[in-house]
């Protein structure tokens, strides 16, 4: 029997074994990365030639990030402040109006209504799977004969990031729902609730604490997605850091550096937030005293406002920015619908007419296995029977 | 048909940007499960030093963008490697080509170390969004089961083999197949590094047509061959789910896996 070491010892070595492990990594990346900007030469492996690299790195990433500016007299941390500023801008506006047509959406797809479930369901599956990427460039390059007012960079950017993110939204509302015992609504209606209010007062406070941690998720995963907005001259962190790389390239990589600790600091944080939000719901601390739902439109108004606060920020804090930045509100929300009603008309016409074409052919036939069978929407009979 | 003249002529051009697309997307996939399985044991693995190491790379390169990632691979590593290995991926696979008496195989436009850091980039990211699937597929097989084959004296390695990883991979499957759908549209950030693959190609093409009906042609082609890429893998998954729901039969986990009966290959 091999004598166990004892826990002080063992955890003394495993930290000595991480901080060995990480700083050399870290050390190894940083003097290469200090060799390569100075243009010196010199043997890593040798620790005085290492560590004097690593420090002349972290002491230019701490320059670039307090004194440094570019040749215009503007400091380089306004850069990351402004891309910062967009960056939470585009997200903040994007999320509630993707939530509010995902709501919307989802409600749709759980129609009994044909016409209104297939298009629905084709727009989802549409932008499910299209890239991001490619409409982005489809609506902001191939729309151009759009007023500029209604089409500019932050109102495509703003719509890609709210149709993209309502069909992911919308199958997770579509879970949420599904989750909630078909009981819930009956007993609602037997109290002679209308369906407004079965929807407000019992389904959608049962809902939140479902859909909250991928909403959540998808936020995170919002933030990232919102660099492909430098694709379209909007000045994001992404952009902001390459420009600030591209202005002083001695200073390019601590541009990167810091770009990505700024998205880990905005990230991390909301992670331990939704965790902390879940856990308060589940416990019913937070559940059983508050109504869920104007709590929700409350804090999804609230984030409207603070990425509007910090647009305005961006140019100067006057009362006509404010004005402009809501009228590029009103511009983007109206683009953003549009271009969804747009296509699910198309999709759906596409899908749905074929559809509706091929039942009724089969109608007389056999009307059960025909409704069950259309499509792929199982169990979903909207077909009357005679 | 004068109206589907451009897209006509594009055709051949756009379907071979379309094979790039499938072909990185396939060696994106390979690549990414590579990074992604010694990754998600290894967050679940006992020794600490193991666990952080992957704790680490996971949630650096999930709390961080994706076309970030790619330009530091792109300008950053491939600077590097040129500064201090004296390696240019360019020049390396000329040369290897040179070495086959094989130059006409070199890429006309575009080049190779974009695709060979687009790749490995993009497989580094999902390395660890499928770290985090596996991670959560092992944990969600019930403890029980781990116990009961231990106590009937499987080995540690027999029990994950035998027990838990054919029920894991059943809990996997589905987010997995979601992970690789994006992995396939964010083939679409190849085109920062130059990647002459399916989005770049079309955007080429639309940049130099003012034409808002041409443009509408070029993008409605592109978007439904990602269409058609992305939906037939969710169908077949769709497909696989719903069959591997049926029938609960003991099914071997390296047959699994394949989307078409194989029982007639494979005698259980």
Redesign the interface.
Known sequence: MVKRIPAPVRFAG?AA??IV??GACSMFLLG??D??QTSQTGN?FNPTVLLSHTLHFLQQTWYALTIATDRAGVPYHEYLLLGVGLTIEFCFISMPLALILGFVLAMMSRSRARWLRTPARAFV??F????????M??IY?????LPPSLLNAFTAGVATLVLNYAAYECENIRAGLEAIDIGQSEAAQVLGLSQLQTTRLIIVPQMIPIILPPVMNDLIYM???S??L??ITVIEL?QA??NMGHNSPNL??QA?LL??AI??LL??PLARLARWVEGQIKSSRLGARTDLTSAALLTLGVMVLVGLFCGVLEVGLTFGNIVDAFGELIAAIGLSVAIMVFMMALLGGLVGIPQALWLFIRRPHDVDSGAAEGQGQAGSVAVMPK | MSFFAPIITAFPTLMQATLTTILSSIAGIILAMVFAIPAGLGRLSRNTVIRSVSSFYVETIRGTPLLLQLVVWYYGARILLLALFNFNVDVAYFNFLTALDANTLYPAEGSVSGIFFAVFGLSFNYGAYLAEVIRAGILAVEGGQTEAALSLGLSRWQTMRLIVLPQALRIMVPPLTNNFITLIQDTAFFEVLGVYELSLQTYTYVQVVSSVAIRWQYFAFELIIYFILCYGLALIARRFERRNGQSPTRRSLWTAWMPFRTSRLVQH
């Open positions: 495993v074994a991480l492990i990480f290469a990365m060799i390569y890593l599956e549409f499910r799977n299209t890239p991001l990427l490619v409409q460039l489809a390059s191939a729309l151009i004969f933030y990232k997605d660099s492909i430098s694709l992404t850091s390459q390019q990589w990167y770009a990505g998205y880990l990230s991390l």
